[in-house]
């Protein structure tokens, strides 16, 4: 790609000192940095015509911030003008890091008492580029045992079998289980196919002991719970 422009490029040692990122980090904690700010701590250095900053903001303008960086692949990263092989590399580790810190916490084993919980344990789905199929594992007091990955792809109900939905719940002899899955897209919204993967769901485990609590789709600005839009389960 083409640089940005014939700019006249300020070193970040130009830059006064309470301006610089990692000075800011030191002296008022990570969480008073914005988004460009951290990412110039992670990128270290810029190129011929920016400093890591003014790369940094356009980095993450041209991919529309942190959810549209999150979703590009590291080769397309790497193509866009002063990134490179080993700019690309440090950011998507650092984005990864973040995803596994989400899904470690599932190892504190929470409580899903409502569906804003399981929305929360599964919050990191916003930012795949593909739909993705999780199923939290509860027992008897709703404390998630486990949360799996069974499905990565295009959904659709003849890609989805009943049998790997349930496979470890009976295996772990758990009570309970939510679904959830993803819409790239953005929309949140259930469609009427999303209804009727729920029902055959929640028929199945009715056959198998296991309770269907709750499905719940995760959209890039929301989230939406078929249990309590009254879709699929009946009262």
């Known amino acids: ?24 980090l030191w002296a008022y904690g990570a969480q008073a940095l914005s988004p460009a700010e951290l990412l110039a701590i992670i990128l270290r250095t810029g190129n011929s015509e920016e400093n890591a900053l003014a790369l940094a903001t356009r980095i993450l303008s041209h991919y529309n911030g942190l959810s549209g960086l999150a979703k590009t692949p590291v080769t397309d990263l790497a193509r866009m003008y002063g990134i490179g092989k080993a700019k690309s590399a440090q950011i998507v580790a650092a984005l990864e890091l973040g995803k596994r810190l989400v899904q470690q916490q599932t190892i504190e084993r929470p409580i899903i008492q409502k569906a804003a919980d399981a929305a929360q344990l599964v919050a990191d789905m916003a930012h795949l580029p593909q739909e993705q199929v999780r199923v939290i594992l509860l ?97």
């Open 1 to 24: 790609m083409m640089p940005p422009g014939d700019v006249q490029r300020v070193s970040m040692h130009d830059l006064p000192e309470n301006e610089r990122p990692r000075e800011r």
């Open 139 to 235: 027992d008897s007091s709703k404390r998630v045992v486990t949360l799996q990955t069974i499905y990565s792809g295009t959904l659709n109900a003849t890609v989805l079998r009943t049998s790997e939905i349930f496979r470890e719940a009976v295996i772990r002899n758990c009570p309970a289980l939510i679904i959830a899955h993803n819409h790239p897209a953005g929309d949140a919204r259930p469609s009427p196919e999303d209804v009727t993967l729920t029902r055959t769901l929640i028929a199945a485990g009715r056959l198998l002991d296991v309770d269907v609590l709750d499905h719940i789709i995760i959209g890039q600005h929301g989230w939406a719970s078929l249990k309590e839009m009254g879709l699929g389960f009946d009262h």
